[in-house]
């Protein structure tokens, strides 16, 4: 079974950073792209960025463009997605996802980490 677990959250001020790591345990990190989703509080999940093996990426969400930025460590089953001039609109819960594809256009998400909170505010 594959596992998908993501660390680094927490609670910063507007203009700092945060970096998250998505660590994939049980198999060997496949060549699937790895996605990052966030839920914002009463809105719905929307697709942040993704990342293919060989360290293709795009981001889904316009918000994050030349703030975010989404990598990938494949000797440590890792993924990355560092977080600069964090805004309050990116408080949320974000998830990464493990993808049934190995290109980020094709986005039907197999595995789900649990989620990682986190919050922006002054």
């Known amino acids: 079974q594959l596992r998908l677990e993501e660390s680094g959250g927490g609670t910063v001020q507007p203009g700092e950073s945060l970096r998250l790591s998505c660590t994939v345990s049980g198999w060997t990190l496949r060549p699937r792209a790895i996605n990052w989703y966030r839920q914002a509080p009463g809105k719905e999940r929307e697709a942040v960025s993704c990342?293919?093996?060989?360290?293709?990426?795009?981001h889904f969400a316009d918000s994050v463009e030349g703030r975010f930025t989404i990598s990938r460590d494949n000797a440590k089953n890792t993924v990355y997605l560092q977080m600069d001039n964090l805004k309050s609109d990116d408080t949320g819960i974000y998830y990464c996802?493990?993808?049934?594809?190995?290109?980020?256009?094709?986005?039907?998400?197999?595995?789900w980490g649990q989620g990682i909170q986190v919050t922006v505010s002054l």
């Open positions: 990342i293919t093996e060989s360290g293709y990426s795009r």
């Open positions: 996802a493990h993808s049934r594809f190995t290109s980020c256009e094709m986005r039907d998400m197999e595995y």
